[in-house]
């Protein structure tokens, strides 16, 4: 089963929402990927990046879903103030040692993403955030 998964910069949860429907579009700034479970993996990255325990991550509430259902249909969720936090101010060399142990995580679970892969895969949502923060707007994920 294939899974698009787009992460994107949006003003707000409403503006974010809206892509609900058709993903971010043009008209938003984007980075796809696909074919791993976003919302395990964003809260995996907190939680590698600010070592709160998984369970606690998800207790309180993360990743939030700005639109739609976790079931079968599109979802988009908002990256954490603390994940963005975290993402902003880590180096080349500590997001590089994240990816290298959601490598690890994922293959533990029987997912097999490349460390190599795993470090574009936090690395481009991390350029993403300060994107972002720049112009005081926050990153989303969009899953189909």
């Known amino acids: 089963m294939s899974t698009i ?4 910069v949006a003003p707000d949860d409403t503006s974010a929402g809206l892509v609900l429907r058709t993903g971010p579009g043009q008209g938003f700034e984007s980075l796809s990927f696909g074919n791993f479970d976003p919302e395990e993996a964003v809260v995996e990255w907190e939680g590698l990046l600010i070592g709160a325990g998984f369970e606690e991550l998800v207790e309180a509430g993360e990743p939030r879903i700005v639109a739609g259902q976790d079931d079968d249909g599109c979802v988009v ?12 101010g880590a180096g080349h060399s500590r997001l590089r040692d994240v990816a290298a142990s959601w490598a690890q995580l994922c293959a533990e679970n029987g997912e097999d993403i490349d460390s190599r892969i795993a470090g574009v895969i936090i690395g481009d949502p991390a350029a993403l955030v300060g994107s972002a923060r720049r112009r005081n707007q926050s990153v989303y994920c969009w899953v189909a």
């Open 5 to 8: 998964v787009k992460f994107f």
């Open 77 to 88: 969720f908002a990256l954490s103030p603390r994940l963005s936090t975290a993402l902003v």
